[in-house]
């Protein structure tokens, strides 16, 4: 029997990057890996959207790829900036050393 | 890459997903996204990562033991096992790694970039020029905005405040 | 023309607001620009008076709309309205010049400055409005700057009791003027003066006793009459410029001349019932000032008799005439008040009368021109007080001899308090020692003096006003030249003026620490004291029965409004955010989970899994 690449397995690869990311983000404390993990997660959505798009034969999907990519670069900058701010001021990158609000 | 404790390590294997992502994008025929995944991803943002993991020397987390080296190579062989065995099994099931015309919509290449279709999807950088600088004229105004935004946001971060010690 | 009406008006105003917004420290400048902007004013307003322009002189615009009503702004200026801004705009200049040597020693020069400025500005309002939402805005802020002025010694006990008590009795009568305008909105669908006296010519009957009555609780309390008087006599707490400005010469006047804006809404009953508290009231007052120990307070009951007599006047049909005593009353008021401001100055700030004496010898331009306001008032023959107090006894004479027999008894009274006051303070010897060591004053105090007694000696010539001045008087003036009974008006005025002085004499021109009144008759002095209860009235009307029902409403208040309502709906909301507690753990972990839980709940909602 021959197999053929259908928009389902891109599907299923897809969740599984989110839940990869996903699962990252809920096991790991140090912020660096957290933000990691959030790249994944976004990529994972990439995938699905480029999917659509090329389904629906409609380049929409492939634009907000585009807009994802610009979000995410702008995101990664920002949040590694906050970041090494707040290892000025704690001397930590573990999530846990960060809360003030509580306790 | 979410198992491992080490930043360095987790980041290289970020990079292999990002780049395995950008191979996938290559498959859905949209090979401008896969370039811009390649060098905006596995080029950029890693690259800062990995700068600013160096910049802060952060360590391993706390935890568990690590693998000793006998574990580890027991297990990278098992792993390679597997890996070629996937690779076989895939080669022999696929007759192709190319999209099945009769699953896949055929791709429409008109000479203006489809703009008279709407925005089909197209393979030319230029069908994407064309829709960002119509259809999407004001996202990619916002989004130019929000990447000054940032930057003014993170020059300001990264300036030197002072602290604590410095006010005393 | 309409430009400089307008000028005129909002000068004051952006006076006041520099002054009291960037002159708060230089009482030099305050008051130098708020003297400059009152001789701008009277320049101003010369120039609208005596310019030839149509009269009246009717402008208006929309000030504010809501849906299809409008409120209008504008001016009406009339020959009374002429004659009130001269008078105005005149004495308050000569007020402000008196106030640079009265206030010269005082530290809160800018704000005693700012709030005349203030008060130059709402009264040239009521002055030029030319509706009734109009006059009653500017009806506030002169009641506003009144209070103001009243406290400016804020830290004495008395001032203060006393610009709170102005403020509240303004407050009750404002009430019943402000439901008056309502009614006539209601009955008439205008505020406008002029379309007012169209339809009130056109359908006399639509005028109510009951609507006039409520709009004249405006003038009842603004020009202090029964029973709304007792605010008046306790506000000399304040400058006796103030005292001279507000409280004699134009505010009060004002409620006088309010009656005279809206005369054509008033029905028999109405003016009957006026004239006769009028009346009343210049007997009441003339008992009270007989008595009292405070200069200030004795020319405070003598401007509420005096005011009587205007009320009186109008009361008996004759508006022209009331607007003629109120022109010299206020010249003659506003001298004797600066009079006994310029004795107060020289002797420290003593105002019994009983402590001064022989002031005559030191202080003569100021004794001298007390003594022309005294006669004045008095109604002696030829001065300005003559004729318009006798043309209100002959007019009062010829149409209601009750009335007329309460006013000529309050005539009498008139000159008896007068010449009291003027034999104790400046006859006899000094007796204390600041009366001793008194001084005359400066010019800067003297000059407004005698530019007062000029126009207090001939102000009651009416052939000697412009036109554009009198020609409100005219009409009804000449109707009293016709009225029979002149002789023997000339004969009883004389004859009650003779009378005053003469008691005086005997009674007080040599007097020593004590009144010879409380010796001789104790039981009418002490009556007389007292006048007649009205504040130990309201006091037990305060007590026994206001108090205990706002002590009701605000247990009502504590047990509803804030027991219930602001109490429960706190607890409400310290209940959600109990709850809401509970969801701060504090690990940004925790978060995203919930993040993503609620991300895959919409995402089922979506699908339709769930809901729906």
Not at chain 3, 420 to 425: A, S, V
Request: proline share 3%.
């Amino acid at each position: 029997m021959m197999l053929s690449v259908t928009p389902q397995h891109f599907l299923i690869l897809s969740f599984l990057l989110v839940g990869i990311g996903f699962l990252g983000l809920l096991i790991r404390r140090n912020v660096l890996l957290m933000l990691m993990s959030l790249e994944l997660m976004l990529n994972g959505i990439n995938v699905a959207l480029l999917t659509f798009s090329r389904v629906g034969g409609n380049l929409d999907g492939g634009i907000f790829v585009f807009f994802i990519m610009t979000v995410a670069a702008a995101e990664v900058a920002v949040g590694l900036a906050l970041l090494v701010a707040l290892y000025k001021k704690r001397n930590s990158v573990l999530s846990d050393d960060m809360g003030l609000l509580k306790n | 890459m979410v198992f491992s404790r080490h930043p360095v390590s987790a980041a290289m294997f970020m990079i292999v997903s990002l780049v395995g992502v950008a191979a996938l994008f290559v498959l859905l025929e949209s090979f401008f996204l896969a370039i811009l995944q390649v060098l905006v991803y596995a080029g950029a943002v890693m690259v800062l990562f990995l700068f600013i993991i160096m910049l802060l020397d952060v360590g391993p987390e706390a935890g568990k033991r690590k693998l000793s080296h006998f574990k580890t190579g027991i297990f990278g062989i098992l792993a390679t096992f597997l890996l070629v065995g996937i690779l076989l099994i895939l080669g022999n099931s696929y007759d192709s790694l190319a999209l099945d015309q009769s699953i896949w919509p055929e791709l429409s290449e008109s000479k203006d970039g489809g703009a008279s279709q709407g925005l089909p999807f197209s393979t030319k950088v230029s069908s994407f020029g064309y829709g960002l600088m119509t259809k999407y004229m004001l996202p990619i105004q916002v989004s130019g905005f929000m990447l000054l935004a940032a930057m003014v946001g993170v020059i300001i971060l990264s300036k030197k405040t002072p602290s604590r010690e410095d006010v005393k | 023309m309409i430009s400089i009406a307008l000028s005129m008006l909002f000068l004051p105003l952006l006076s006041a607001a520099v002054t009291l917004l960037f002159l708060r420290k230089n009482g030099n400048l305050a008051s130098l620009l708020s003297v400059s902007t009152a001789g701008g004013i009277l320049v101003l307003a010369l120039v609208l008076i005596f310019s030839d322009n149509p009269v009246p002189l009717a402008w208006d615009t929309t000030w504010f709309a809501m849906g299809g009503w409008e409120l209008r702004f504008g001016f009406l200026i009339d020959a009374p309205a002429k004659l009130l801004l001269f008078i105005v705009a005149f004495v308050g200049f000569l007020i402000h010049i008196f106030s640079l040597g009265y206030m010269a020693d005082d530290p809160a020069r800018p704000r005693y400055f700012g709030g005349l400025s203030i008060f130059m500005f709402s009264m040239l309002g009521i002055t030029l409005a030319d509706n009734l939402v109009m006059i009653f805005v500017f009806w506030e802020l002169v009641g506003f700057s009144s209070y103001l002025l009243i406290a400016h010694y804020f830290k004495t006990d008395e001032a203060t009791k006393a610009s709170r008590k102005a403020f509240i009795v303004n407050r009750v009568g404002d009430f019943g003027f402000l439901i008056g305008i309502v009614l006539t909105y209601w009955t008439y669908g205008t505020l406008n003066l002029s379309e007012l006296a169209d339809l009130a010519d056109f359908s006399p009957n639509l005028a109510t006793t009951g609507l006039c009555l409520a709009l004249a609780c405006g003038f009842v309390v603004k020009s202090a009459q029964f029973p709304l008087h007792v605010w008046l006599p306790d506000a000399m707490a304040g400058p006796t410029p103030v005292s001279a400005l507000i409280h004699a010469a134009t505010m009060v006047a004002a409620g006088v001349y309010l009656l005279l804006r809206i005369d054509f809404l008033f029905t028999e009953e109405a003016l009957g019932l006026i004239a006769f508290l009028g009346a009343a009231m210049g007997l009441y007052a003339g008992f009270c000032a007989l008595v009292q120990r405070d200069v200030k307070k004795i020319l405070a009951y003598s401007t509420l008799s005096q005011l009587g007599y205007m009320a009186a006047a109008f009361g008996l049909g004759a508006p022209g005439v009331a607007l003629f005593h109120l022109t010299t009353h206020a010249f003659f008021k506003a001298l004797m008040f600066l009079g006994s401001g310029s004795v107060i100055h020289a002797c420290h700030h003593e105002q019994d009368i009983f402590n001064y004496g022989g002031l005559r010898k030191r202080m003569p331009i100021t004794a001298l021109t007390f003594l022309i306001g005294v006669l004045a008032i008095s109604g002696v023959n030829f001065l300005s007080g003559y004729f318009s107090k006798d043309a209100i006894l002959l007019w009062a004479y010829n149409f209601n001899m009750p009335i007329f027999v309460i006013l000529y008894a309050g005539a009498i009274l008139t000159s008896i308090y007068m010449f009291r006051l003027y034999f104790i303070t400046f006859e006899g010897k000094a007796r204390s020692k600041y009366a001793e060591d008194a001084k005359e004053n400066s010019f800067l105090m003297t000059g407004p003096l005698l530019v007062l007694a000029v126009f207090s000696v001939f102000g009651g010539y009416q052939s000697l006003y412009p036109d554009q001045l009198g020609a409100y008087l005219g009409p009804d003036l000449s109707a009293v030249s016709l009225l029979p009974h002149h002789m023997w008006m000339i004969v009883l005025g004389t004859s009650a003026w003779i009378i005053g002085l003469l008691v005086a004499k005997t009674l007080f021109s040599k007097v020593l620490q004590d009144d010879p009144l409380a010796r001789r008759f104790p039981a009418f002095y002490e009556l007389c004291r007292s006048k007649l209860f009205f504040d130990e009235i309201y006091q037990i009307y305060l007590s026994k029965i206001q108090d205990p029902l706002a002590r009701f409403i605000e247990v009502m208040e504590l047990l509803f409004i804030s027991g219930l309502m602001v109490r429960g709906a706190a607890g409400v909301a310290a209940l959600f955010s109990m709850l809401a507690k509970l969801c701060y753990v504090g690990k940004i972990h925790a978060y995203a989970f919930w993040f993503i839980l609620g991300t895959l709940g919409f995402l089922f909602y979506a699908a339709g899994l769930v809901g729906n």
